[in-house]
C-alpha cells in the first residue's frame, strides 16, 4: 500500500460513514491528530511540548492501524513495544533526546499495556490520555530545565 493510498484510507476512517451517528472519542482524537499538527505549523509554533503532543496525537491516533489497535486490546508485547516505540518515544525525543526516545517507548507501552487502567467508559481513555501527556511533560521538565 503506497502513501498515497494509506492517507486516503486513513482519512476516510476519521468520522463515520453515516453523519446520524455521533462519533465516537477515538474518531474525535484523529481528527485532532490530522488538525493540531497544521495549526502548529500555521502558528509557527516552537515549544517541543506543543509539538509532542501533536506528534503523540497523530501517532497514537490518526495514524494508527487496525491490526495495532488490535494487538494493543490483546496486549500482544511486540504491537505494544511497537507502538510504544511510534507514539510514545518519537514524542519523547522531541522533548529530551534520546533519553526521552528511551523512557517515553517504555513508559508508553505500559501505560497502554494496563488497558485504560481498567475502565470501561469514558474514564479509560482520559487517564490513559493524560498519562502519556504527564510523561512527555515529566521528560521535558527533567531534562530541558532542569
Known amino acids: 500500500m503506497t502513501a ?5 484510507k486513513v482519512s476516510v476512517m ?24 497544521a495549526w ?11 509539538w509532542a503532543g501533536a506528534a503523540h496525537l497523530f501517532c497514537d491516533f490518526t495514524a494508527q492501524s487496525t491490526p495495532t489497535a488490535l494487538g494493543k486490546a490483546r496486549r500482544d508485547w511486540r504491537v505494544l ?6 507514539a510514545g518515544g518519537w514524542p519523547g525525543y522531541l522533548v ?8 517515553g517507548t517504555l513508559t508508553h507501552a505500559l501505560i497502554d499495556a494496563t488497558g485504560k487502567f481498567g475502565y470501561a467508559d469514558w474514564r479509560g481513555p482520559l487517564a490513559d490520555q493524560l498519562a502519556h501527556a ?13
Do not use: C, I, S
Open 4 to 8: 498515497v493510498t494509506r492517507w486516503m
Open 81 to 86: 513495544a511497537y507502538h510504544g516505540l511510534v
Open 96 to 103: 529530551a533526546g534520546l533519553p526521552g526516545l528511551l523512557l
Open 14 to 37: 476519521l468520522l463515520p460513514d453515516r453523519p446520524h451517528v455521533k462519533p465516537q472519542w477515538w474518531q474525535w482524537a484523529r481528527l485532532l491528530g490530522l488538525v493540531l499538527p
Open 40 to 50: 502548529l505549523v500555521l502558528a509557527n509554533a516552537q515549544h517541543p511540548l506543543a
Open 134 to 146: 504527564l510523561v512527555l511533560v515529566m521528560l521535558f521538565t527533567l531534562f530541558t530545565l532542569l
